[in-house]
């Protein structure tokens, strides 16, 4: 086994609603570690105590959570406190970016384009919603990813039952303005400045239904990868993934979904600071397009790991294995 990263653990599974994606990226970025020669180990944060991780000894980690718990920055506070390197986004950036609506406020703030919205705490508002946002429009939680708990609804009779199934899980429902086109991902690498855009990935979902199971279980779904765009427009939209990216302060790596509209309009959806690896996930597809392997995005990946809130020079509690 390679000494260059030291005693490394994957961290996956975990108490989300996408846990079972997270074992699949978890397995499958661990198997790519240790053909690369990595001491590498499975750490599953679902059934496996703080006290463990204390004890496991670890050199730095490789986060292959999603959603809460793991991509919300609950996980890297606790990281940085044990002072063990981590990878992809700080406590700060993967908190807003978890958060649907703080991510578009941000995002407004900066003149970045992000489909109109109305937060939604009960049902007294769905009428309103409906007449600000028009229809169709896309009733979601936004603590959640993988489509967990989204509808899109096309007539006024479906407001209810969306927003009910948003309410399991979350306290607060999204209603967004519903973008009709292509639906478009870009990878992201590096940051929290320079960040790096990807060749784009375009998803064709069986009647334009990308939900769980056109992720991650349908062979139906077809990616268009580099997406085909015209040269201006493609790098345009790279451009506006890494500002969106940067703004948030996200690092490390990433990926930013889009909807482009019928008039060649781009337009942000969301931030993910800890996106899937498993055999259908869109960001080893860009890596695989710009020449990189799976085996090479997850050294690169790993090769960031970091505390992002100690003090420059400050080591690691475990013993601290640098790159």
Same mark, same amino acid.
């Given at each position: 086994?390679?000494?260059? +990263?030291?005693?490394?653990?994957?961290?996956?599974?975990?108490?989300?609603?996408?846990?079972?994606?997270?074992?699949?990226?978890?397995?499958?970025?661990? !198997?790519?570690?240790?053909?690369?020669?990595?001491?590498?180990?499975? +750490?599953?944060?679902? &059934?496996?105590?703080?006290?463990?991780?204390?004890? *496991?000894? +670890? $050199?730095?980690?490789?986060?292959?959570?999603?959603?809460?718990?793991? !991509?919300? #920055? /609950?996980?890297?506070?606790?990281?940085?406190?044990?002072?063990?390197?981590? &990878?992809?986004?700080?406590? =700060?950036?993967?908190?807003?970016?978890? $958060?649907?609506?703080? &991510?578009?406020?941000?995002?407004?703030?900066?003149?970045?384009?992000?489909?109109?919205?109305?937060?939604?705490?009960?049902?007294?508002?769905?009428?309103?919603?409906?007449?600000?946002?028009?229809?169709? =429009?896309?009733?979601?939680?936004?603590?959640?990813?993988?489509?967990? #708990?989204?509808?899109?609804?096309?007539?006024?009779?479906?407001?209810?039952?969306?927003?009910?199934?948003?309410?399991?899980?979350?306290?607060?429902?999204?209603?967004?303005?519903?973008?009709?086109?292509? !639906?478009?991902?870009?990878?992201?690498?590096?940051?929290?400045?320079?960040?790096?855009?990807?060749?784009?990935?375009?998803?064709?979902?069986?009647?334009?239904?990308?939900?769980?199971?056109?992720?991650?279980?349908?062979?139906? &779904?077809?990616?268009?990868?580099?997406?085909?765009? $015209?040269?201006?427009?493609?790098?345009?939209? @790279?451009?506006?993934?890494? @500002?969106?990216?940067?703004?948030?302060?996200? !690092?490390?790596?990433?990926?930013?979904? +889009?909807?482009?509209?019928? @008039?060649?309009?781009?337009?942000? =959806?969301?931030?993910? /600071?800890?996106?899937?690896?498993?055999?259908?996930?869109?960001?080893?597809?860009?890596?695989?397009?710009? #020449?990189?392997?799976?085996?090479?995005?997850?050294?690169?990946?790993?090769?960031?790991?970091?505390?992002?809130?100690? *003090?420059?020079?400050?080591?690691?509690?475990?013993?601290?294995?640098?790159?």
């Amino acid at each position: 086994m390679s000494n260059r +990263f030291g005693h490394v653990g994957v961290l996956y599974g975990g108490q989300s609603a996408e846990r079972e994606v997270s074992l699949m990226s978890g397995r499958g970025v661990h !198997e790519a570690l240790r053909r690369a020669g990595v001491d590498a180990h499975l +750490f599953d944060t679902g &059934t496996r105590t703080l006290t463990d991780l204390v004890n *496991a000894g +670890f $050199d730095r980690v490789f986060i292959a959570l999603h959603g809460r718990y793991g !991509e919300d #920055g /609950t996980l890297q506070g606790m990281l940085e406190l044990m002072k063990l390197p981590y &990878t992809g986004s700080g406590p =700060l950036a993967s908190s807003l970016s978890m $958060d649907k609506v703080m &991510t578009k406020k941000v995002w407004l703030h900066e003149g970045l384009p992000t489909p109109d919205y109305v937060v939604l705490t009960d049902e007294n508002g769905l009428d309103e919603a409906v007449d600000r946002l028009g229809l169709p =429009l896309i009733m979601k939680p936004p603590h959640e990813g993988s489509t967990m #708990g989204v509808t899109k609804v096309t007539e006024r009779a479906q407001m209810k039952q969306a927003y009910r199934l948003a309410a399991r899980f979350d306290a607060a429902v999204l209603a967004e303005q519903f973008i009709e086109g292509r !639906e478009l991902t870009v990878p992201l690498l590096g940051g929290p400045s320079g960040a790096r855009g990807l060749p784009i990935v375009e998803i064709v979902a069986p009647g334009g239904n990308y939900d769980y199971e056109h992720k991650y279980l349908s062979d139906e &779904t077809q990616y268009i990868c580099p997406a085909q765009l $015209d040269a201006g427009l493609a790098d345009r939209i @790279r451009q506006l993934a890494e @500002r969106s990216y940067e703004v948030l302060g996200c !690092e490390g790596w990433g990926r930013a979904d +889009f909807m482009l509209d019928a @008039r060649g309009r781009p337009w942000l =959806l969301e931030m993910n /600071t800890s996106p899937g690896m498993t055999s259908h996930s869109l960001v080893p597809m860009g890596a695989k397009a710009a #020449g990189m392997s799976y085996e090479d995005l997850c050294l690169a990946i790993l090769e960031t790991a970091s505390c992002k809130v100690a *003090a420059p020079g400050v080591e690691s509690m475990q013993g601290g294995a640098q790159s």
